[in-house]
């Protein structure tokens, strides 16, 4: 929290022309836990029936055009980008001077794609509530979630007030409170250590290699590369904030390479680079795929072993040709590194269940991948 707030400064974004009843129902729930609501309209067409902190016209301002050429361009999804980019702006510019200490956006679909771009431009710790109709479904490519970005489904409340709707935003607004009043900023005194892996069933060089750099003097973060943990890791890298990264699980590489759900975006396996942070990478896990285990298998995997972990993750092997594909993909990416890489080639398989008597063991496969 801002040391010079009396409270936390909540900033309560969303469509006032529209949404007038509940942001400031939100905003009473805000006051009542203790916050401060500072209320910034991201509306386009219409007007609130309530001075905002910050209006639409400050939003436009801060997207270098005005209200006026948004409206004129007669096209929502390009008005909204702008309104999306001018909040954007003008968010992190307050918070700079210390003037955000947490953000709430309420919203639609056009609500919570203005509300993904705000949130990404905040730093990790920086409480983000997304109140939205969409929230958790496939509509939100990961590679727009910030890693610590708190959603919650906007249960009932398309349109006014009502008993279930006032229920899930009461919850919202508290919560937002509760995380600006009480929640932990990251700790900048110990350099970071960023590591992924699948967990100690599948992967378990973190528990002796995290001590082992703590005792070191090093801060030590791993990330589940189950798709949302790549992400994460690969946001935070973008940003610069690693001393050094220990990638030795980027199997969301090869799980975006064959379109599986379970993915980190594009640009995994590319930001620490791009941002010069010296890497070790392995390829923990690459010979699988992670698919919906309450799915049938797409056709291309119908005939390989395949492993279900529980009811939500299975996981499926490669065949030696996919894996000589994700090999080539793999190199791409780190020749491109601005920073030193070593690249480490395990010859007794690349994850638990790669070892001889285990379902997934393919020696062929690993042969491919080192070719």
């Known amino acids: 929290m801002s040391p010079e707030a009396p409270s936390p400064r ?6 006032g022309d529209t949404k007038y009843d509940e942001l ?3 905003a009473s729930v805000i006051r009542q836990a203790g916050g401060q609501p500072v209320m910034m309209d991201v509306s386009i067409l219409g007007d609130p029936p309530y001075s905002p902190d910050y209006s639409k016209h400050d939003i436009a301002k801060a997207a270098a055009t005005t209200i006026e050429a ?13 309104m999306a980019k001018g909040a954007s702006a003008l968010t992190l510019r307050l918070y700079d001077d210390g003037q955000v200490d947490g953000i709430i956006v309420l919203g639609g679909s056009m609500g919570t794609d203005l509300a993904l771009d705000v949130a990404a431009v905040l730093p990790l710790g920086v409480p983000k509530f997304v109140v939205s109709t969409i929230a958790y479904s496939h509509l939100i490519p990961p590679e727009r979630i910030a890693p610590d970005l708190m959603m919650i489904l906007w249960a009932g409340g398309l349109y006014g007030l009502n008993s279930i709707c006032q229920s899930v935003l009461s919850q919202a607004c508290g919560a937002v409170v509760g995380a600006a009043k009480h929640g932990t ?5 110990r350099p970071l250590v960023g590591m992924t892996s699948l967990g100690s069933s599948c992967l ?3 528990k002796y290699l995290r001590p082992e750099l703590e005792k070191r003097g090093y801060d030590v973060a791993v990330f589940h590369s189950t798709g949302m943990g790549g992400r994460a890791y690969e946001a935070i890298a973008a940003k610069g904030d690693f001393a050094a990264v220990f990638d030795f699980c980027i199997q969301e590489v090869s799980n975006h390479h064959y379109s599986s759900v379970v993915t980190s975006g594009p640009d ?4 620490a680079g791009r941002a010069g942070i010296p890497q070790i990478v ?3 896990a690459i010979d699988m795929v992670d698919l919906q285990a309450w ?3 797409p056709e291309i995997f119908v005939d390989r072993p395949y492993h279900a972990h529980n009811r939500l993750i299975g996981s499926v092997t490669t065949s030696p040709e996919g894996r000589r594909a994700v090999a080539r993909v793999i190199g791409e990416k780190l020749r491109r590194a601005e920073a030193k890489v070593a690249f480490l080639l395990p010859t007794e398989g690349l994850q638990e269940w790669d070892k001889p008597d285990e379902p997934l063991h393919d020696p062929e496969g690993l042969d491919a991948f080192f070719d």
Do not use: C, H, W
């Not at 995994?268 to 930001?271: G, Y």
């Open 204 to 206: 378990k060089y973190m």
């Open 282 to 284: 392995a390829p923990g």
């Open 24 to 26: 400031q129902f939100m």
């Open 268 to 271: 995994r396996l590319e930001n």
């Open 70 to 82: 948004i409206t004129e361009s007669g096209d929502e999804n390009s008005a909204m980008a702008a």
């Open 10 to 15: 909540i900033f309560v974004i969303g469509t």
């Open 295 to 297: 799915q049938a298998l």
């Open 185 to 189: 900023k990251p700790d900048r005194e």
